[in-house]
């Protein structure tokens, strides 16, 4: 009788921790799932562009800053009239379809969030997209009154929380992997 209920004990265990690693298992399964959608389908993103956003801005002050190296933006002169047309010409091209994207992604990929609410960060991006669409559409009726968005661009602070959480979740996706932590 001792021999059938000991089976009977064991057998029960060894199912519960059968049944409790599967869960565990699956668990870890769908919050990598999850961690590798944040990775490809926003924090990569949103990484690579505000990266490259801010390279091609720093080749961009190369190659237009005054003898000073400041900006035209932030001089006592004002900007020239050819000055203010390069400034457009790289708006429209280069600038203004590179924070659409990046304002795309947080509209698209919200569900993606680390954080339980809207980073004011992210907030800020939207509005200086949308204030620079304002100022993109004027040039398109011929009016160069305006040349920069009502709302600045957060670039150091977009670049840090772009950079922050993909290294951050690189680095859980890494444990999750099973992978070292090496340095």
Known sequence: MITVVVTIALAFVGYAATYLN???LAQRQERLAHLNRQLSDFYGPLFALTEANS??????????ARPDGRSPFVHEIPPSPEELAEWRLWVRSVFLPNIQAMRDLVIKHTDLLSEPEMPPILLQLCAHVSGYEITAARWEQGSYDQHLSVVPF???ELAAYARHGFAGLKQEQGRLLGRRQDG
Do not use: Q, T, Y
């Open 154 to 156: 957060p670039s150091e």
């Open 22 to 24: 599967g869960l565990r």
């Open 55 to 64: 390279r091609i801005f720093g080749a961009f002050m190369e190659r237009n």
